[in-house]
Each structure stands twice: as C-alpha cells, then as structure tokens.
C-alpha cells in the first residue's frame, strides 16, 4: 500500500495534470518545509540526532544512486557524514 501525503493527493486524484504554476507552488512549499525541518534537525547535535532504520538507510542509498549524488552530497542532504553513508552500503 502507498502513503500519499494530503497535499498531494489532490494531483493524484484529478483527471487532467496540474497547472504549472501549481506545481511551482507545490514544489515551493515542500521544499520550505523540508528547510525548516532540516533547520530543526541541525541543530540537534549529531550523537543525540534519532538513526536512520536500515529501511530508510537502503532508501537513502538507492536516492543517492537515482540521482547520481556522491557520498558527501548524500551525507550532507540527509545530515550524517560521508564515512557513515559509506558505512551502509558495506557488507556486515
């Protein structure tokens, strides 16, 4: 079964695609609410931040392999280090 957060699920329902504009919209706000969550996140220091589950951890990695990101774009994206991206795709 798939989530579908509330603010999209008015593009999912319609018949005809969203406006551009709407969809500039919609991209605007999701990515101040992502800025504002990742304000919130870094200010928590790093030893008290929660882990990421290994569900999130492969979808991390399979984000950073989609869009071609090295280690370090990844780590900074998702606030953890390079060495500890790297430290995922290893073998336990």
Known sequence: MCAVLPS???F???AS???GNRLDSEVALLREEIRIKD???AAVAPHRR???SPTER???LELMA???WPKAEAGRRFLVTDDTVASW???D
């Open 50 to 52: 929660p882990h990421y």
């Open 89 to 91: 795709s290893r073998p």
């Open 17 to 19: 695609p969203p406006s």
């Open 39 to 41: 304000a919130r996140m």
């Open 8 to 10: 999209t699920a008015p």
């Open 58 to 60: 492969m979808a991390i």
């Open 66 to 68: 989609a869009r071609g």
């Open 12 to 14: 999912i329902a319609s």
